[in-house]
């Protein structure tokens, strides 16, 4: 069988459609399940051809009780979508393989690197791209940005234009990072979502440009085709481990256009239904790659359409005979 499952599907409606239109066009009878904690409030697994619940990611048995499920259900694919995930998968993905199922998730090595925004500054300058400049907690300048090397939804980020707006909790947590402020009047700021083939390959890159943001996660956005496809294109050709698709936010300067690398996540973002309605599949992709052996390496593609922007809102899914 070659059925999928989605990890903490959670709200991902437009990314369980697209696996599900994709996947049943190559094999009718194959099905999309998505976990999560809570699946009968998600309105993901409402959407999936079935779902499956599963503890918290920090817990002992999430691995066991995913592997388990998978198993049962016939699952010889997983596609992970939240950064808590990302390691323990990792950690586990030869496991996972033993079982004849595989796991879209770069190497252990690479997936650490993303959870600590430090060492992903040192991926960047070994990649020769230009990093904000990190301060010493005594000796920084204003204004700065503050967010910690582990976070992630924009929380604990803090801009500080004044010195007033600083409180003990600044300088005593020791996650905080003081970080050089891109200001938005003089940067635009991208999520470029990259494909890269099984033995890490670009394939793609498609820049979102994020003109509103809400909880972390782009909520009006802009495809646009400009200097960053053919740098990045230049600059993150290879990277041996990474596979899959890839989140990684920028900065352009709107006249000098000089980049800044912020940050990477190893998994499908929130703004990736844009990137799939301008005609870069990466869905379709991860079926030829891990479903039909397709070798994708040699096949660069830039067909896609710029200047699409998308505008969210809230939509309803609804469950009938719903019983607490």
């Known amino acids: ?23 049943k066009a190559i094999f009718p009878e194959a099905k999309v399940y998505g976990s999560d904690m809570n699946p009968e409030l998600s309105a993901g697994c409402m959407v999936a051809d079935g779902f499956i619940k599963v503890p ?45 199922i595989r796991v879209v998730v770069p190497d252990t090595d ?33 204004p700065l940005y503050i967010k910690p090397y582990d976070g992630s939804s924009s929380v604990d980020n803090y801009v500080i234009k004044n010195k007033d707006e600083m409180t003990e909790y600044h300088f005593e947590n020791k996650k905080l990072m003081f970080l050089e402020y891109l200001d938005h009047d003089f940067y635009d ?31 009006k956005g802009l495809i646009k085709k400009n200097e960053l496809v053919p740098f990045i294109k230049k600059q993150l050709n290879k990277i041996d481990g990474v596979r899959g698709c890839l989140t990684v936010q920028f900065f352009m300067h709107k006249e000098t256009k000089d980049i800044y690398g912020i940050e990477v996540n190893p998994r499908f973002g929130g703004g990736y239904p844009l990137t799939h309605s301008s005609g ?45």
């Not at 997936?111 to 500054?121: F, N, Q, T, Y």
């Open 110 to 142: 690479f997936v650490h690197k993303c959870r600590d925004k430090r060492m992903i500054h040192d991926f960047f300058e070994s990649k020769g791209i230009q990093v904000a400049e990190e301060y010493c907690k005594n000796t920084f300048q204003l």
């Open 1 to 23: 069988m070659n059925n999928i499952l989605i990890t903490s599907v959670g709200r991902r409606v437009s990314l369980v459609r697209f696996f599900k239109k994709e996947l």
């Open 189 to 219: 700021e991208f999520t470029c979502d990259l494909y890269y083939t099984k033995n890490g390959y670009l394939k793609c890159v498609v820049p979102r440009q994020r003109l509103f943001v809400r909880a972390g996660e782009v909520n």
């Open 56 to 100: 918290n990611v920090k817990h002992e048995d999430y691995i066991k009780v995913i592997l388990e499920q998978c198993k049962k259900l016939g699952i010889t694919l997983i596609v992970p979508t939240i950064d808590p995930s990302l390691l323990p998968l990792s950690e586990n993905k030869e496991l996972f393989l033993e079982n004849n």
């Open 280 to 324: 870069a599949n990466y869905v379709q992709w991860i079926l030829k790659e891990y479903l039909l052996g397709e070798d994708l390496s040699n096949n660069y593609y830039e067909d896609w359409a710029e200047d699409l922007l998308m505008l969210r809102y809230d939509g309803e899914v609804l469950v009938h005979g719903y019983k607490d």
